[in-house]
């Protein structure tokens, strides 16, 4: 009987320790990406991966990177984003993707979207959490901001009309964080005029803007944002970097990429010209009708692959792409897509 008793035991003794070893196992292997809070102040992004790996972080166009020290400790300098931006930060192990993360945007204390005298809405973003609380027009109105991006919305009873709103925003102990004063503005846009999606581009008046953005070092952005992409109007110029964008773009190109391909669609009756090259946008030649590396008429798709080029530094294809409607130039548009040398489809799946 005893012997039985300790043969049962060492196979529970044995039944536990693989167990155990088993979970170590599966912790060990867990792949380690870690990214401090990211505020509408931030210029770092800080966090930690394993020694030695790149982090990359890309806004728009634009890719930031930093390789991490022999503690695993990264610093990724960024321009500073607005509250409720998503950021997706990416570890590499060489030209591997090893790791990852999305994050958001935190506003530091509050940002509070500008409301019409006819908006029924006060919307913004401040700490995960926080209590926000609106006094506008006699009447108190509170909410509490999103867990994850600290967004709030919150409905009034009646329009805005003349009156101040006042808003204070609490702390998740109920202690007052921060007070603001917002008067709503007047929404009649009755005398201002936005191109038309047919309306050629003023060369003359690009001209004198990216002058003066090259001098004075700053962008230009006249940018209209809309909900819906397709009318949104662009008018970014990025200094010393040649960015630019020039027209209604999305509603007029589609670009696609994912490091093993990137790729170029003409929508809406639009003729692309387009010019790529490699290391800077300084590599690319104006695009011209007469002088061109890929021409697309509206429908038509021009895939570029990884493998198509020995080495990218960057690992980012830079393009300029001019498009035109009825023999009008309506749309420009000069960047990068992601792609890494010698990388196709296959060898991402």
Known sequence: MRRLKRVALAAMVLFFSVTML?????????????????????????????????VKIKIGKKTYKAKANKRGKYTVKIPKQPA???????????KKLYKKKKVYVIAKTASISRFSKTAKNIKGYTRPKYTV???????????????VKGYFNIKLRKAAGNATATVKVYNTKGKLFKTYKKKAYNASTANIKYPRKTDPINE???????????KT?????????????????????????????????????????DGAHAKFTAKNGVTLYGCVGVGSLDNVKEPITEDYDFKLESGQTKKYEG????????????????????GKLVMINYGCQYLIAGYNDAMFQ
């Open 22 to 54: 088993q979970v170590t196992d599966v912790s060990a292997a867990k792949k380690k990406l870690t990214v401090n809070r990211v505020y509408n102040t931030t210029t770092k992004v800080k966090g930690k991966t394993k020694k030695k790996y790149t």
């Open 84 to 94: 409720g931006k998503a950021l997706t930060v990416k570890a590499y192990k060489g």
């Open 133 to 147: 609380k609106v006094t506008v027009n006699g009447k108190t109105y509170k909410k509490k901001a999103s867990k």
């Open 204 to 214: 003359a008046q690009l001209n004198k803007d990216i002058a003066t953005a090259e």
């Open 217 to 257: 070092k700053k962008v230009i952005d006249k940018s209209v944002r809309k909900t819906n992409v397709n009318d949104t109007y662009a008018y970014y110029i990025g200094p010393g970097n040649g960015f630019m964008s020039i027209g209604y773009c999305y509603y007029y190109m589609k670009e696609d990429a």
């Open 307 to 326: 493998s198509d080029f020995k080495e990218i530094p960057g690992d980012d294809l830079f393009f300029k792409i001019k498009g035109y409607k009825n």
